[in-house]
């Protein structure tokens, strides 16, 4: 069954989203690292629009920039050409409003959950009491209120990306980018915490845009795909899922869902056995 | 509590094998654990012996103090600077397996036959150590939590004070343990030929006049102040860790 | 530039320093001699034969030391592995173990063997042994437990297993435990001659130091360094190798 007769929204090689209004934008941004024998083009050019409050996932082959994409869009590297603006002002250090989950555990090992939890708004001088309501409230929705006085080392990997992602939670960010939050879980765990993470979006209304490897969670997670060449990636589809706003993991049964993952490979798998044929990782 | 149990039986039989030591070769090779102890208990009654103690904890302290500080500082910084660290670190490892006693009579011709010789000695022993240690603690360090503290939006003040410095401590702490019993080494070694204070010298005094039972006090308050600081820092590590 | 050629850059950097100041008289000569200056003492000792004695019995000392070392940390190792109960007792003593100022036992060898090869060997041995029972336990540790369960399917006898799966498994480790009993081997042979000794290397620099003659004592000293240096490049070289087998 091709994806054209499936009813997948088939959707131009526009990065505009329509009629919505534009949270953050990046537009002809490429990053090249210079290094001691060689030039890296590891990023680019990327045109992006992200539409407010969308759920936007990055899928591409391994080493096609996705990371570098997110770090630009976080202030946390500059692109060597073209410019990223977030609710339009450009992009210049990490902006206020925008939170990051990362690939790897960053919970800090030395404080327990709680003051993993409050370690943000203390720094940022946030009085006690707001401070204690705003981590009870985020240590509940993610589920972590019995693990409250633990250490992370204490806790499984799964408990431990729920610290990070409420410790993410309790900034109020407007934007969250995820980069491949739940590598390191096993499928089941995974797909839980998918739904965790639609609860999370639709609870704060931010602008969320993850990143991973995994077709189907991209499939099933987000209102829009892109798909990454290999490097130096580019986005080389747009896709479309038109899920509800109250979907959950119980979408994978649906023959939809088979259609947009079938469409996502379509184009992924060219790129992907490039890697495997270059023999690099 | 069956761990600390064992480890329990385990110092009888070697107080056990020590009274049968004494038994086999005699008072005057080896004194019992009893004879030991008593005698011990006689020298921290005499006001010279806490004289010498004085002595070595001074030089002792002086000289932890500065490995600590040159080498936590050092470490820090040929951690920060990758390639200063580099390029140093092996020079620092080679330094750190050469027997320091070769370089004793240089040092004694530096400072002279004084204190300010014995905390050379133990700046010898202790600072690489602790160098090492502390370069290795920030390389080591996930580069996630300094991202994560650039999200945050974190002054270079906050970031090292709330997120660099507590996630190096442990590896740190490991560094000072090392560093403590080194720098202690050092300044022992350096009263045990060079000096005539202090508790290494009663050692090397004692060889010469055959006090057995006074060699083996001073081994014996030696290994237990050793020990009780080492397992203590072992204690303030588990604390810290978390881990 | 490569690190190597900064770090050699640096090195030779600081001896060309030291030069200066000992030859521009900021370092008296009465403290320290110039490091070429130095060298040429080094040449002399070595060509005059006059410490050959000494330095054979040094080396001597050393060799044995380190080998005793080796040899029974990896025995002890052994055992103390196959008895899991012991090793749990002995864990915290041979944590806290190199915390203990080892010199210390060192008269108590001297009254017991007298001065000579015997008490210096044991202090060295004593000081170097516990680093090879710790990376013998390191290295049983660490052999993935896949590793045996392959020599299983293979149906290899138990020795096999032990002879072509697990000690080379382990070798890394068992390499570290090597390096550092040389090194102790050496530090303690040497500092031990040096508080009381009547021969070997760690004497005649004593020795020299207390009469005043400091050309014997720099070229001595200075012989060891670069021994020492030899020694461990050497060593270092060899673990770098076997380290790229580490498991991750």
């Known amino acids: 069954m091709s994806a054209a007769s499936s009813g997948a929204k088939v959707v131009p090689l526009s990065p505009q989203s329509p009629a919505r209004e534009v949270h953050a934008q990046l537009r002809g941004v490429t990053r090249v690292f210079q290094l001691p024998t060689s030039t890296l083009h590891a990023l680019g050019p990327i045109d992006l629009d992200l539409a407010k409050g969308e759920f936007f996932s990055v899928v591409g082959p391994s080493g096609c920039g996705k990371s570098t994409l997110l770090d630009i869009l976080a202030g946390l590297s500059a692109p060597q050409s073209g410019t990223a603006t977030f609710e339009g002002k450009p992009v210049s250090g990490v902006p206020d409003g925008v939170g990051v989950v990362f690939q790897e555990d960053a919970s800090f090992p030395w404080l327990n959950v709680r003051d993993n939890v409050a370690f943000g708004l203390r720094r940022a001088g946030v009085d006690a009491a707001e401070i204690a309501r705003r981590v009870d409230y985020a240590v509940g929705f993610m589920g972590l209120k019995d693990f409250a006085s633990s250490y992370p080392a204490q806790l499984s990997g799964g408990m431990r990306q729920r610290v990070c992602i409420a410790r993410t939670l309790v900034m109020q960010p407007r934007l969250i980018l995820l980069d491949e939050p739940f590598g390191a879980l096993d499928q089941q765990t995974r797909l839980l915490m998918g739904d965790e993470l639609l609860r999370l979006w639709r609870e704060t209304s931010a602008t969320v845009l993850l990143i991973t490897h995994a077709l189907d969670e991209a499939a099933m997670l987000s209102d829009r795909v892109g798909v990454m060449s290999t490097r130096p990636g580019t986005f080389i589809d747009f896709v479309e899922t038109g899920w509800e706003r109250d979907r959950d993991s119980r979408v994978v049964s649906t023959p939809h869902f088979g259609d947009i993952t079938a469409r996502l490979w379509e184009k992924l798998r060219v790129e992907a056995m490039k890697i495997m044929a270059s023999g690099k990782d | 509590m069956p761990r600390l149990a064992g480890t329990l039986i385990v110092l009888l039989c070697f107080l056990v094998m020590w009274q049968g030591f004494h038994l086999l070769v005699g008072a005057s090779a080896i004194a019992s654990p009893l004879q030991t102890v008593l005698k011990l208990g006689t020298l921290l009654t005499q006001a010279d012996f806490w004289a010498n103690i004085s002595e070595t904890m001074r030089a002792f302290v002086a000289a932890f103090a500065i490995s600590l500080a040159g080498g936590v500082t050092l470490g820090i910084v040929l951690g920060v600077r990758r390639l200063a660290g580099n390029v140093a670190e092996p020079i620092l490892t080679t330094l750190y397996s050469i027997p320091k006693v070769v370089l004793y009579p240089l040092v004694l011709l530096c400072f002279g036959l004084g204190i300010s010789a014995k905390i050379a000695f133990g700046v010898m022993h202790g600072l690489i150590p602790i160098t090492l240690f502390s370069m290795n603690a920030i390389r080591q360090m996930k580069p996630v939590y300094g991202r994560t503290a650039q999200v945050m939006r974190l002054s270079p003040t906050q970031s090292a004070f709330t997120v660099i410095m507590p996630a190096i401590l442990p590896e740190i702490i490991s560094g000072v343990r090392l560093g403590f019993s080194l720098t202690l080494l050092g300044v022992l070694i350096g009263e045990m030929f060079a000096s005539q204070r202090g508790l290494g010298f009663l050692l090397t005094n004692a060889i010469n006049i055959g006090q057995v039972d006074t060699i083996m006090a001073v081994a014996l308050l030696l290994t237990v102040f050793a020990v009780t600081c080492n397992s203590l820092m072992m204690l303030l590590d588990r604390q810290v860790s978390h881990r | ?248």
């Open chain 3, 1 to 248: 530039m490569t690190e190597k050629r900064l770090r050699i850059l640096v090195v030779l950097g600081m001896i060309a320093l030291v030069e200066l100041l000992c030859r521009t008289g900021i370092i008296p000569y009465t403290v320290m001699m110039s490091p070429i200056q130095m060298t040429g003492e080094m040449v002399r000792v070595l060509a005059s034969g006059q410490f050959s004695a000494d330095i054979v019995t040094s080396f001597a000392n050393i060799a044995i030391a380190t080998v005793v070392s080796i040899l029974l940390g990896f025995v002890l190792g052994l055992i103390i592995y196959a008895m899991p109960g012991v090793r749990r007792a002995l864990e915290p003593l041979l944590a806290s173990y190199y915390a203990v100022p080892t010199f210390v036992f060192y008269p108590i060898f001297v009254t017991l063997f007298g001065v000579g090869s015997a008490s210096i060997i044991s202090i060295a041995v004593l000081l170097a042994v516990v680093s090879m029972i710790t990376a013998t336990l390191n290295g049983l540790d660490r052999i993935p437990r896949v590793l045996r369960k392959t020599g299983q399917i293979y149906r290899m006898s138990r020795v096999q297993t032990a002879l072509l799966i697990e000690l080379p498994a382990a070798l890394p480790y068992l390499f570290t435990g090597v390096k550092l009993s040389v090194a102790y081997s050496f530090i303690g042979v040497i500092a031990s001659e040096f508080i009381l000794s009547g021969a070997g290397i760690g004497y005649a620099i004593a020795f020299a130091y207390n009469l005043f003659e400091n050309g014997d004592m720099y070229g001595l000293m200075l012989l060891v360094l670069v021994v020492v240096t030899i020694v461990n490049t050497a060593l270092n070289m060899i673990d770098r190798r076997l380290q790229a087998r580490r498991q991750r």
